[in-house]
């Protein structure tokens, strides 16, 4: 579909968005207008509000980002190509200007209430564990949605944490959103290493890995993993220095070679003790296989 510029004000909330979409097959432009209810979610890439279509009634999420005049937004074109009920789907898009004549884009998503971090916070919060079956639900879920962009579009999301999957709290249905920092990995070709929030990051980058393969998001995913069943971050560390002692707390010190990203594995260490003692082992053992410093031996989504 194709977009027009929308007419909005400066401010967010109550403000009425207007955009023109363009049907394809010959079909004629329907005009969309939605009704900005209250924000839901802020960021260096600026804001997501809540909204309301007022033809059809849904919720929307509207995510507004500045946009480069000159560029075009990987964001807007990796979410494109996605299509999978574990991915967040991208219903509309647009472009809006403020008095500054700055160009936003706005992608419209669909609306989902919770994060996977509310979630657990509110676990945590009631001095309760999450329901193991909750746990198995939403784990995956998780997987299904990496297996399915790591796989169909080629696509690392690079930025996988509890913050960025949504869960329905009436259905459970986990999505995965936020493709902000995703994209399409070409092997030889450089990519930063300081991406991915910090207590989810990958060794490798940590080590400042330029190349790199979707196995960053496993890392990150038994991050998330470890997180539901412990209640709070597994690698809570302040800068990337101490990130890296976090991470040899748990998992001990890295060889040379796996500094090296090389091929040789440790098999030494045992994680029971970061769990308390009725952990159930399966649950164990895949956190284990997840969090591995070597990527090559990390599990597949």
Not at 54 to 70: C, N, P
Not at 98 to 126: A, I, Q, W
Not at 160 to 170: A, E, H, R, S, Y
Not at 226 to 237: R, T
């Amino acid at each position: 579909m194709s977009t027009s510029d929308a007419n909005v004000n400066d401010s967010v909330t109550g403000h009425i968005i207007s955009t023109t979409i363009g049907r394809k097959n010959g079909k004629p432009k329907q005009t969309r207008t939605y009704l900005a209810e209250r924000i839901v979610g802020t960021g260096s890439f600026g804001i997501v509000f809540l909204a309301k279509c007022v033809e059809t009634g849904e919720l929307v999420a509207i995510k507004k980002v500045l946009q480069d005049r000159k560029g075009k937004s990987r964001e807007l074109r990796l979410m494109r190509m996605m299509d999978h009920p574990n991915v967040i789907s991208l219903k509309d898009r647009f472009f809006s200007t403020t008095s500054e004549d700055e160009l936003f884009l706005n992608l419209v998503m669909e609306y989902v209430p919770e994060s996977m971090h509310r979630v657990s916070k509110f676990y945590s919060n009631t001095n309760r564990s999450m329901p193991l079956i909750f746990v198995k639900l939403y784990m995956h879920q998780i997987f299904r949605g990496l297996a399915y962009i790591h796989t169909v579009p080629g696509v690392c999301h690079r930025d996988l944490k509890p913050q960025n999957i949504l869960v329905d709290p009436l259905t459970h249905q986990v999505k995965i959103c936020d493709f902000g920092s995703a994209k399409v990995l070409v092997k030889g070709e450089a990519n930063l290493s300081h991406i991915c929030s910090l207590f989810y990051r990958a060794p490798e980058l940590i080590f400042g890995a330029t190349e790199y393969t979707t196995s960053i998001d496993i890392w990150s995913a038994g991050c998330v993993l470890a997180e539901l069943l412990l209640g709070k971050p597994l690698f809570p560390g302040d800068n990337a220095v101490d990130q890296l002692v976090e991470i040899i707390k748990v998992l001990g010190t890295p060889s040379q070679e796996e500094v090296c990203s090389s091929n040789s594995n440790n098999n030494d260490f045992k994680f029971p003790q970061i769990f308390h003692q009725s952990m159930p082992p399966e649950a164990i053992d895949l956190t284990s296989r997840l969090l591995q410093y070597s990527p090559t031996h990390r599990c597949t989504a």
